[in-house]
Structure formats: structure tokens, C-alpha cells
T-cell receptor, first 113, second 114 residues
């Protein structure tokens, strides 16, 4: 059973640029949730994807968008990067929409300069 | 509003001593409760979770937590801390009102002294 894989592990972007982060869900899981963890903070919910549709969204602007593919993998896209977008981005997969069965990936560390 | 409070930002415990990390929550009904651990540069590993039933929950690595409805608390305990327990610990409740997400506290950093 493979776990949740996120790529890349680290990246540095310039303010105003766009970035795409990727997540491969655990085998057997069909739902992907994305969280942003700023330095010194707990993770904050960005959105969830289920059956290739956005299934819930936290308090994040529209420049945060995502996709889910037929194989249940997912992408998080952030446009017009701001310095405050610097954070660890965590992906969690689960079977169904319930939060009880989350498996988290190791995250992507994004630095915006 | 749904929220989680971890009152202690940083705790230092001697190796071999007991540990208790505090977690208080605000939630309209009986929540699902979780404790996660995060080592530097890593993702979140689930230590234990409470859904219903026995209010004392056993987890991995020798951790346990007790749900106290009257105090809206879910404190994490370990009888004897090992140096490898040094990490960041997050308490979480869920689901959120939309039923799709966890709400995390800000975390407690645990340092272990020899």
C-alpha cells in the first residue's frame, strides 16, 4: 500500500508567479484535501476534491484553485503568488469525504521571494 | 464558532518524565477529536483519534488521550517521554460545518531535555 506522495518537496518562486503542486493519493483513496500550514501555525483547510469536483472550500481566495484527475491524484494551483503564500502545503487523501480516515503526505515547502 | 486551543506554545520535559499536552475545543456537538505529531520538515502522523465510546483512547508510541465533555478538553498524555518524542503536536477537531475538513490548533512544540 503506497502512501500519499507530494511533489516537489521544496520550491522557491517569485512574487506574482504561478505555482502548481501535486499530490498522489494513497491506494484505494478517492478524496484529496489540501491544507496550508504557515510557519508557527496549524494547518488550515484550503479545499477538498471528491469525484473530480471541488467539495468544500476554506477561507482562501479564488487564486487558489485545484484539480482532481480520474486516478484521484490532485493538483493545487496558486496564481499571483504573494509573500504570505510561503508555507508548507499538505495534501491528505481519504476514502470518501469523511475526515476520520485522512492520510497526510509530507508536504511541499513553498517559499515566495 | 468551531475552534481548537492549545494553550501551551512550547513545553520542555526531561527524558523519562511524564507529559501532558492540553487541548480545548469549541464545537456545537460531539466532535471527532485527533492528535497529530509533526517532526521537522515532515507531514502529519496520526497519534490517536476519538469518535465515541470509551473516553480514554490509546494511540501509537505509548500516547493516550482523555476526552472530557464537561471541560471540552482532549489532553494528550505519555507516562515516560523519550528524546525521540521531541516534535510539534497538533490537536484537531472535525468535521467543520461543511463536513469536509479538520480544524487544527496552533500546535505545541515539545522539547526533551536529557
Amino acid at each position: 500500500e503506497t502512501g500519499v506522495t507530494q511533489s516537489p518537496t521544496h520550491l522557491i518562486k517569485t512574487r506574482g508567479q504561478q505555482v502548481t503542486l501535486r499530490c498522489s493519493s494513497q491506494s484505494g483513496h478517492n478524496t484529496v484535501s489540501w491544507y496550508q500550514q504557515a510557519l508557527g501555525q496549524g494547518p488550515q483547510f484550503i479545499f477538498q476534491y471528491y469525484r473530480e469536483e471541488e467539495n468544500g472550500r476554506g477561507n482562501f481566495p479564488p487564486r487558489f484553485s485545484g484539480l482532481q484527475f480520474p486516478n484521484y491524484s490532485s493538483e493545487l494551483n496558486v496564481n499571483a503568488l504573494e509573500l504570505d503564500d510561503s508555507a508548507l502545503y499538505l495534501c491528505a487523501s481519504s476514502l470518501g469525504q469523511a475526515v476520520q480516515g485522512y492520510t497526510f503526505g509530507s508536504g511541499t515547502r513553498l517559499t515566495v521571494v | 464558532a468551531q475552534s481548537v486551543t492549545q494553550p501551551d506554545i512550547h513545553i520542555t520535559v526531561s527524558e523519562g518524565a511524564s507529559l501532558e499536552l492540553r487541548c480545548n475545543y469549541s464545537y456545537g456537538a460531539t466532535p471527532y477529536l485527533f492528535w497529530y505529531v509533526q517532526s521537522p520538515g515532515q507531514g502529519l502522523q496520526l497519534l490517536l483519534k476519538y469518535f465515541s465510546g470509551d473516553t480514554l483512547v490509546q494511540g501509537i508510541k505509548g500516547f493516550e488521550a482523555e476526552f472530557k465533555r464537561s471541560q471540552s478538553s482532549f489532553n494528550l498524555r505519555k507516562p515516560s517521554v523519550h528524546w525521540s518524542d521531541a516534535a510539534e503536536y497538533f490537536c484537531a477537531v472535525g468535521p467543520n460545518q461543511a463536513g469536509t475538513a479538520l480544524i487544527f490548533g496552533k500546535g505545541t512544540t515539545l522539547s526533551v531535555s536529557s
